[in-house]
């Protein structure tokens, strides 16, 4: 079956950087997108980016350049999300979801999310 | 950029009522929609895609309607395990948005 299994929670101190893994299985890795979200305690739903794991090529939201970098691994099926420069307003629920099909992109599948706490 | 206003913002309704959510874009995109829910602690669920097409496994009483910029979201008889957050989702391109969320809730 299909599963997206993302790394455990961290602690960060404002300035440092997170990297959150998602570990994909089940299904064709290289075919089809990883996005990116987050969701803030008790807020919406924001997209960061996505990454297409067969060319390694990204996409990322306007508000996240320069400062998110996602990369993958083809030979574990893993994809990462790195953020820099963390602050207070970037603890939040990190999420990668699987896009459904190859020119679709809504989401059949999600990880179970990774919390990251920026805290001094 | 492409905007998905979501109203209401929460909802409070019986069990047995209609209860109806709806999204609107700032711009036609076609029947590029999908639907999710959201109960606490949890990550969201696939209800519905390309606007009315209704996820394997997903309940019968969920539906969705709409094309262009306007889009619903049904559930014809609300049941205890509805209670949660909806999300719409637009993605006719890459740069995929969603919708403030709808809470719904038991009176």
């Known amino acids: 079956q299909v599963q997206l299994v993302q790394s455990g929670a961290e602690v960060k101190k404002p300035g440092a950087s997170v990297k959150v893994s998602c570990k994909a299985s089940?299904?064709?890795?290289?075919?089809?997108?990883i996005y990116w979200l987050r969701q803030a305690p008790g807020q919406g739903l924001e997209c960061m980016g996505r990454i297409n794991p067969n060319s390694g090529g990204t996409n990322y939201a306007q508000q996240f350049q320069g400062r998110v970098t996602m990369t993958r691994d083809t030979s574990i099926n893993t994809v990462y999300m790195e953020l820099s420069r963390l602050t207070l307003a970037d603890t939040a629920v990190y999420i990668c979801?699987?896009?459904?099909?190859?020119?679709?992109?809504?989401?059949?599948?999600w990880g179970q999310g990774t919390l990251v706490t920026v805290s001094s | 950029d492409i905007k998905m206003t979501q109203s209401p913002s929460s909802l409070s309704a019986s069990v047995g009522d209609r209860v109806t959510i709806t999204c609107r874009a700032s711009q036609g995109i076609m029947n590029y929609v999908a639907w999710y829910q959201q109960k606490p602690g949890k990550v969201p669920i696939l209800l519905i895609y390309?606007?009315?097409t209704l996820q394997t496994g997903v309940p019968s009483r969920f539906s969705g309607s709409g094309s262009g910029t306007d889009f619903t979201l049904t559930i014809s008889s609300l049941q205890p395990e509805d209670v949660a957050t909806y999300y719409c989702?637009?993605?006719?391109?890459?740069?995929?948005?969603f919708g403030q969320g709808t809470r719904l809730e038991i009176k």
């Open positions: 989702q637009k993605y006719n391109s890459a740069l995929i948005t």
């Open positions: 089940g299904y064709s890795f290289t075919g089809y997108y």
């Open positions: 390309a606007a009315s």
């Open positions: 979801a699987k896009a459904a099909t190859r020119g679709d992109y809504y989401f059949d599948y």
